[in-house]
């Protein structure tokens, strides 16, 4: 029992430590901020309306240069304000309301094409059409709107800067400590394949989960260190770290460059299942040691050199003992076991590597690259607007995802306004957060989001049953708002409780019935979560675009609108 509370409390430790918690501070210091100074200057609905351009400007600020990370958010926040003043004069028109959403929808989510970082503008431009039914402010004319948000998106970079300029080292380290761990747990998902046959079909899927996962971080990596090094110069700590990267990257080619032949590994050592289960005990042991590397880089520890030195003499000898278990015959049992061993040595030389670098054991030259070489290391996006024309058919993945989403919104918002919804917006806001070009993702999503809502509120009713307090009310919309936004990459479910609370409380503030709030926010979170898994459903597996392909040629060729006609009318 102390093991499993030491466990706990030590990954609490790391979660605060986290660049997700402390990007989730910044954010909600960006939000909380302007209401309050803004209630106490009478204002309320000016605070609220630079909160929200905080709010839809804050996604696109991820990893990457200085430049690349502040462009896309002035972008999202000049999106989200041109939006917000279109659908503001639009709503005045319900006959305009529908064809305009939907062109907006697809014209939006189609610029996603532009690659991960344009899909997080794109975001914001989606979300801001979906808080435009909000009716939030009602005193402020609709360009008044636009250009407040676009000043909460700017008011949130601020400080988003502000923090990096304190703190300039901090996100480089945690992502470099993550990316430790996804290795290391990648080594133990490989070693438990040699020996547990049963559950060799869901470890395959584990593994490949995570090297999406390393690719993706080591994507991020790239981008960081090398924008680093050309503005710091080769400093110790950009080299150190540099060094560190270049070896991970090798560990996970290396990995995927000797794939294990498990059913024939069963079948010749089918009696000796002992002597693989030393070769996982190997393997785990070298894990284990990436995963300490990535809590010394985390809290910023130090060994001390006795330490190291031991520590690599005990993988040398672990390596010995397990080099004495393999026999001299030529037979295929030993080219087995031998290409094994030869493949954990060449890891374990990494790993070693890194430990040696770290605490300035290594004894290399310094890795020296000329600014045209660097740019050769990191993915180049396109941004021709041929892309736009490029994509614009049904083998387009995004072309694809933004007709669905468009399709699927419309049905949801008419669903919404047929049956007078009171909060109709909240079910296209569960569409567009939950809705992905991935049937396995959507399809998850929608029963985390589902389930997190129900959690969400019977926690929120069991609060409003014990006090009325409004104060509480604010206290702990804050607290939830904070704690939803730093896990909505690290877990959707919880995420999803803490929006649900968040937005009860919140909405409490405003209007007393919590209890209709609760009802509303369940009901509409359901609808819209079923309405984005039936959208994928219908049209999101391979074949099933056939229908609506057909739809569409029967209205837009008797019509003779062309692609390009289409495109510019859209875009």
Known sequence: MPNIILTYWQEFLKYIRSTDFSKAMVLTFAIGSPVGIFIWLGNFEIGVVLAMGALLSSPSDIPGSFRHRNIGVILAAMLAGIVSIIMGYASAYLWLVLPLLGILMFGIAYLAVYGFRASLVVFAG?????????????????????????????????????????????????????????????????????????????????????????????????NILINARRASGNSNYARKRLLIFIELVDILELAMANPVDYS??????????????????????????????????????????????????????????????????????????????????????KINTIVRVLHNLDTREPVLLKNKEVSQFITPQDYDPKMLVENFNFGSPIFKHSLRLAIVILVGFSIGLYFSFENAYWIILTIVVIMRPNYG????????????????????????FITKNQVVYGILGLFSLTLAFSLIQRNYRTAAVFITLSIVFIYSLLKPDVFN???????????????????????????????????LKKVLVPTKITCKKLIVFII
């Open 126 to 222: 989606l979300f801001a059409i979906v808080l435009s039914f909000a009716n939030i402010s009602t005193e402020i004319l609709p360009w008044e709107r636009g250009l407040l948000i676009v000043g909460g998106g700017l008011w949130y970079l601020v400080l988003s800067n502000i923090w990096n300029f304190l703190n300039p080292k901090h996100h480089t380290e945690q992502l470099l400590a993550e990316c430790l761990e996804l290795t290391a747990k990648y080594l133990k998902t490989r070693a438990h394949l040699l020996t547990e046959t049963a559950k060799r079909e869901k470890l395959q899927k584990e593994l490949f989960i995570l090297q999406t996962d390393l690719n993706e971080k080591h994507e991020s990596l790239r």
């Open 264 to 349: 024939k590994m069963d079948e010749v050592l089918q009696e000796d299942r002992e002597l693989l289960e030393r070769f996982k005990k190997l393997i785990k042991k070298i894990a284990f040691q990436l995963d300490e590397i990535s809590v010394v880089i985390e809290k910023k520890k130090k060994s001390s050199t006795k330490e190291i030195r031991q520590y690599l003499k005990a993988v040398e000898e672990n390596f010995q003992e397990v080099r004495m278990l393999i026999s001299s015959e030529n037979n295929e049992k030993t080219f087995l076991l031998q290409n094994l061993f030869d493949y954990l040595e060449k890891q374990g030389q």
């Open 441 to 464: 993702l959507t399809k998850d999503r929608s029963k985390q989001r589902i389930v997190g809502t129900l959690i969400g509120a019977v926690i929120a009713l069991g609060i409003v």
């Open 517 to 551: 709030v609760i009802q509303f926010r369940v009901i509409d979170t359901v609808l819209g979560a079923g309405l984005a898994a039936l959208g994928i459903l219908f049209y999101g597996r391979p074949g099933s675009h056939n229908i609506l392909k057909m739809w």
